[in-house]
């Protein structure tokens, strides 16, 4: 099933550590064009760090990570959005005291000018509450329309593999259930997106396929519907 | 207003000025890495130094002064590239000790270079003082005052306007998500660092025709500078120029009234009472953030 040529992304014997502890311990996973591919696992699985290797900001200590099919194993993380792995990280991390626009627009830093201005007006029309408040501070946004800034910022680098990191957390079921719809409608204009959630439930029934990840390896693969229906992931993260 | 309290005035407002150009260059590299560079004070001797230098040699000042200034940014660069960077993940504190190690070595290397005298640089255009409300001002004050309100509308306009300028300050409020956004935080740190050198520098290079400089100019001046900036709020632009300004003023007029003897111990009091009543300065980061 995995390690087809037509992946966009592969990751063989992925490894990663802090100091002397491993995080992740050899992880193989696949995720190819178009796909939505989420990944569930308990905290300190090491779902973020995962992203973070794969986003470059945390360096893989062994194993290959190969995009479009160039090894990307060691570069730099400025490159690798440049390349198109974009990531909304963990927290939404927003830059607190620029305003809204200037947030989206360096979510464009990697590209053209004139190509930041059009995606502005396309993350304003999906999410119309970022213009309203496009002259204010991001930091004193809600939770909510943090999250969605964090997202459009992401959007603006033109993302060729959106990896989203906790899209929901700590957010009211209202506001959960409207960054799903925001990830269903970017999956429906094919943006290839890996994501990572608490909320397995919600999370594998928007995905394609999904992975499981404990302790720094992944136990199970499957179908979004598959892993759903599995018993194991039914006790151990959908409370069933 | 008294003729001598204007002159205070105007003196103090030519040192501030210098002060706030020094003080700014430790809010740039504060902001771009938490480190306080006290090798500062050395890119404003290597700007007054090499100016010195390069124009006895016979260049006019029109060329001596931007190698100067190229000049100190490369140091900056160099210090940020060699000595700061590779020991990225070390303490702020291990970092701030490695730049008071670059300045004795840069102060060092410049007794190598140059020598251990004062030199004198010839003033900009002429020193016929020029009279304002009964007081005098040297021509070179005022370039002094005009040349540091020009950078500071520039560094105004650089981070404000444009993308590069955001990116540092988005660098320096989250670094992690500013990689995630594709900005080359290493590339900042290098641009802060030669950003900072060349603000020394240019002060370094007003002031000379003043005050004269030396091999160990950027002791005093840098620690000034420092002062400025806590007084300011560490980071903060405006608080940089503004504490720059009250500082140049308070030696000044502490000069005039009290004695000039103290002029150099206005500048630690007024650290010593910051740091006891208001440890974030004047414009001190006041945070926008919701949880």
Same mark, same amino acid.
């Given at each position: 099933m995995l390690g087809t040529g037509d992946s966009l992304l592969e990751v063989g014997g992925l490894t990663s550590h802090?100091?002397?502890?491993?995080?992740?311990?050899?992880?193989?996973?696949?995720?190819?064009?178009?796909?939505?591919?989420?990944?569930?696992?308990?905290? @300190?699985?090491?779902?973020?760090?995962?992203?973070?290797?794969?986003?470059?900001?945390?360096?893989?200590?062994g194993g290959r990570v190969t995009f479009a099919g160039e090894d990307i194993t060691h570069e730099r993380a400025d490159r690798r959005v440049k390349r198109g792995i974009v990531q909304v990280p963990e927290g939404r991390q927003v830059f607190g005291p620029l305003s809204v626009e200037d947030n989206l627009r360096l979510g464009g830093y990697t590209r053209p000018r004139a190509e930041s201005d059009a995606g502005l007006e396309r993350v304003y029309a999906m +999410?119309?509450?970022?213009?309203?408040?496009?002259?204010?501070?991001? @930091?004193?946004?809600?939770?909510?329309?943090?999250?969605?800034?964090?997202? =459009?910022?992401?959007?603006?680098?033109?993302?060729? &593999?959106?990896?989203?990191?906790?899209?929901?957390?700590?957010l009211a079921p209202r506001l959960v259930e409207e960054i799903f719809a925001t990830v269903r409608s970017l999956k429906q204009a094919h943006t290839t997106i890996f994501l990572v959630d608490q909320n397995a439930r919600a999370a594998l029934s928007v995905a394609d396929r999904g992975y499981v990840l404990e302790t720094g390896r992944i136990v199970l693969a499957g179908t979004g519907s598959e892993l759903l229906g599995n018993e194991l992931v039914k006790a151990a993260y959908l409370g069933l | 207003m008294s003729a001598q309290l204007a002159q205070y005035l105007l003196t103090g407002l030519t040192v501030g000025a210098i002060y706030a150009l020094v003080a700014l260059g430790f809010a740039i590299i504060y902001n771009a890495s938490h480190v306080i560079n006290f090798a500062q004070g050395e890119f404003v001797m290597i700007g007054g130094m090499a100016t010195v230098s390069l124009a006895n040699a016979g260049l006019p000042l029109l060329v001596a002064i931007p190698v100067a200034v190229l000049t100190a940014a490369a140091v900056g660069v160099a210090l940020a590239k060699f000595a700061v960077e590779p020991a990225r993940g070390a303490s702020v504190v291990t970092l701030i000790i490695i730049t008071i190690g670059a300045s004795i070595l840069l102060r060092g290397l410049a007794t190598l270079v140059w020598d251990k005298k004062l030199h004198a640089l010839q003033p900009f255009s002429g020193d016929q003082p020029i009279a304002i409300a009964g007081a005098t001002i040297l021509p070179q004050s005022l370039w002094v005052l005009g040349v540091t309100l020009a950078i500071v509308l520039l560094? @105004? !306009?650089?981070?404000?306007?444009?993308?590069?300028?955001?990116?540092?300050?988005?660098?320096?409020?989250?670094?992690?998500?500013a990689q995630l956004c594709g900005v080359n935080v290493r590339f900042v740190l290098l641009?802060?660092? =030669?950003? /900072?050198?060349?603000? @020394?520098?240019?002060? =370094?290079?007003?002031?000379?025709?003043?005050?004269?400089?030396? !091999?160990?100019?950027?002791?005093?001046?840098?620690?000034?500078?420092?002062?400025?900036?806590i007084l300011g709020g560490l980071g903060s632009g405006t608080g940089a120029v503004v504490g720059g300004l009250l500082l140049g003023i308070a030696e000044s007029l502490g000069a005039g009234y009290v004695s000039s003897a103290y002029k150099?111990?206005?500048?630690?009091?007024?650290?010593?009472?910051? &740091? +006891?009543?208001?440890? /974030?300065?004047? +414009?001190?980061?006041? /945070?926008?953030?919701?949880?």
């Open positions: 802090y100091g002397r502890i491993q995080a992740l311990k050899g992880l193989d996973l696949a995720v190819r064009e178009g796909e939505l591919v989420a990944l569930v696992g308990a905290n @300190g699985a090491g779902k973020t760090t995962l992203l973070r290797t794969l986003s470059g900001v945390q360096p893989a200590s +999410f119309p509450a970022l213009k309203e408040r496009r002259r204010q501070a991001a @930091g004193t946004l809600s939770g909510g329309q943090q999250q969605m800034l964090a997202m =459009g910022r992401a959007l603006m680098a033109k993302p060729r &593999l959106l990896l989203l990191d906790e899209p929901s957390m700590g | 560094l @105004g !306009w650089f981070f404000g306007r444009t993308l590069t300028g955001k990116a540092m300050l988005a660098t320096s409020h989250n670094p992690l998500a641009l802060s660092f =030669g950003l /900072s050198a060349s603000l @020394g520098a240019i002060a =370094g290079i007003l002031i000379a025709p003043i005050t004269l400089t030396s !091999w160990d100019v950027g002791v005093m001046l840098g620690l000034k500078g420092f002062a400025a900036a150099d111990a206005i500048a630690f009091v007024i650290i010593l009472a910051v &740091l +006891f009543f208001k440890p /974030s300065g004047l +414009f001190g980061k006041k /945070s926008a953030e919701r949880v």
